[in-house]
């Protein structure tokens, strides 16, 4: 599937740090294994690929940025993200291993500027973990960040299901359209029954993928969740997928850090950084997401109390 959050006017990389193209995002310190951590906010972008990457390395601990700092750049962003490739690099390689792996970084970096606009992604309707291999998925597996996606046919409808599974989104586009201008009663028939698949699942989330995540994400993994063009940090604690609360309206909002994807509707409940329940409606967070007055820069993070340690979950 060549999807992207953005279009792009050309695919040719470009460096970040060029005139008019460092984006600033503003981050939200959050607590976290018992301090304060921050995650990076979308900014006109979007949730972007360079958001969820740097908030699941943040998360982890293997990424850091200045402690009390309000905002970042992108261009910071990528030079920590290039850092981590060059650090992580295998010791004593072979000389064609090392040739190998070094190509797999130039290649990497060479999708670094795509990171906060999109990329080109194809979904394969086989697992929640399929896509088709590029370069653009390559950053992923260097940064040992695993992407998931729950864009799945259900196998209880036998029809949709024997012409959708084990293809790619580009592959049954084609064969879509391939079918619907035969003069074939059955290929037509067929093209009729895998675009109803695409304008049914148009959420890219089917509920058998749902059900499928949360059986191959792993307790307490951390990882990219592809959905709808966007890119989102997702995590699994005691049995539930939460997503990152990332839109800049709740950089200041304590009470939103998590939410629950609990349907394919995206109408999951809030939780805080202690993984309680948010005191408010849903309608309330709507309305901070939404309000047209822009947030306010975050003050510095306090250190945490040593006398209140981190709340286990309310629920």
């Known amino acids: 599937m060549t999807t992207r959050v953005t279009d792009e006017s050309s695919t040719a990389a470009a460096p970040l740090t060029s005139e008019g193209e460092d984006s600033v995002y503003q981050l939200k310190w959050i607590e976290w294994n018992g301090a304060f951590t921050p995650i990076v906010t979308q900014n006109h972008n979007g949730p972007c690929p360079l958001l969820a990457l740097c908030n699941v390395l943040l998360l982890r601990q293997t990424l850091s940025l200045a402690y009390g700092s309000t905002v970042t750049t992108s261009s910071q962003l990528v030079h920590k993200l290039g850092a981590l490739l060059l650090e992580g690099a295998p010791k004593d390689l072979p000389e064609w291993e090392r040739c190998n792996y070094e190509q797999n970084i130039q290649d990497a970096m060479a999708v670094f500027p795509k990171l906060q606009t999109g990329l080109d992604i194809n979904v394969v309707f086989n697992n929640v973990t399929s896509f088709e291999f590029t370069s653009e998925m390559g950053v992923f597996d260097l940064l040992g960040v695993q992407l ?37 009663p059955q290929e037509v028939q067929n093209a009729l029954v895998r675009e109803h698949f695409l304008q049914s699942s148009g959420s890219q989330l089917t509920y058998h993928g749902l059900c499928e995540l949360n059986a191959s994400v792993s307790e307490g993994e951390i990882v990219v969740f592809f959905r709808n063009n966007h890119f989102s940090t997702m995590m699994k604690r005691q049995g539930r997928l939460l997503l990152l609360v990332t839109d800049h309206g709740f950089v200041n909002e304590q009470e939103y850090v998590w939410q629950c994807l609990q349907d394919i509707d995206g109408d999951g409940d809030f939780l805080d950084s202690r993984f309680a329940w948010s005191k408010h409606s849903q309608t309330q967070a709507q309305r901070a997401k939404h309000s047209s007055s822009p947030p306010s820069s975050p003050s510095p993070p306090q250190p945490p109390s040593l006398a209140s340690p981190m709340a286990d979950e309310h629920a």
């Open 148 to 184: 998931y996606h729950g864009w799945l046919p259900d196998p209880q409808d036998m029809p949709t299901y024997d012409l959708v599974h084990g293809l790619s989104y580009n592959h049954l586009v084609e064969k879509s359209i391939m079918g619907s201008g035969t003069g074939d």
